[in-house]
């Protein structure tokens, strides 16, 4: 059974830092990750996603890298803002078919002034 | 612009009573979904849908039904509310092009008392 970690929980930094959220899963046989944010009480904003024959995908001041063999994802968000605050989710689909996400539990993010 | 909306943003209900959330999506897509979110477990899939009339058992799908008779529109049942399913549910829904990106509504704050 697929098991999907985000660590840390929770994290607080202040404005203009670079930072990185990670994400590890148990089982390496994936399809794609996708990554989103949610802010406090809404629903989730879908931020990046990369396949599983890709090494990295950037948007903006957002990158996210796989390294599937591991079973890691990093999201780094360059020069940090207060508008980043939130919650951000990881998940992944396997391979070999099927429509199912597995969601990590999340990292809380603090952009402090 | 990509659009999944949701009937209700907060829901009060009592213990018993049979509880209806909707979600209508206007992008065509062939795939539905209907999630619960609560701390420390992340999102729980509990049923989906590929099509008109097809559904398909999530992870969590005890106590719940869903109804689907057009393909904008997925229904989730709780025929007896418990306060157990006091949660956050989020619906989603995606195509089948290889990026399978699920795109999700702003969520339903459900309270059973």
């Known amino acids: 059974k697929q098991e999907v970690t985000q660590i840390p929980a929770a994290l607080s930094v202040p404005e203009g830092e670079n930072l990185v959220l990670n994400c590890s899963f148990t089982d390496s046989a994936i399809y794609n990750l996708q990554w989103f944010r949610q802010d406090p009480g809404k629903g989730l904003t879908s931020l990046l996603l990369?396949?599983?024959?890709?090494r990295e995908q950037t948007s903006g001041r957002l990158n996210a890298s796989l390294d599937k063999s591991s079973g890691r994802s990093t999201l780094y968000i360059a020069a940090s803002q207060p508008g980043d605050s939130a919650t951000y989710l990881c998940a992944v689909r396997r391979a070999g078919g099927g429509n199912k996400l597995t969601f990590g539990t999340g990292t809380q993010l603090k952009v402090e002034l | 612009d990509v659009k999944v909306t949701q009937s209700s943003r907060y829901l009060v209900k009592r213990t018993g009573e049979k509880v209806f959330l909707e979600c209508v999506q206007d992008m065509d897509h062939e795939n539905m979904f209907w999630y619960r979110q609560d701390p420390g477990l992340g999102l729980r899939l509990i049923y989906f849908?590929?099509?008109?009339?097809?559904?398909e058992k999530g992870d969590i799908p005890e106590g719940y039904s869903v109804s689907r008779e057009k393909k904008e529109r997925f229904s989730l049942i709780l025929e007896s509310a418990s306060t157990n399913q006091t949660s956050m549910y989020l619906c989603?829904?995606?195509?089948?092009?290889?990026?399978?990106?699920?795109?999700f509504g702003p969520g339903t704050r459900l309270t059973v008392t």
């Open positions: 849908s590929y099509d008109v009339k097809m559904k």
């Open positions: 989603a829904s995606n195509s089948l092009p290889s990026s399978y990106e699920q795109y």
């Open positions: 990369i396949q599983s024959s890709q």
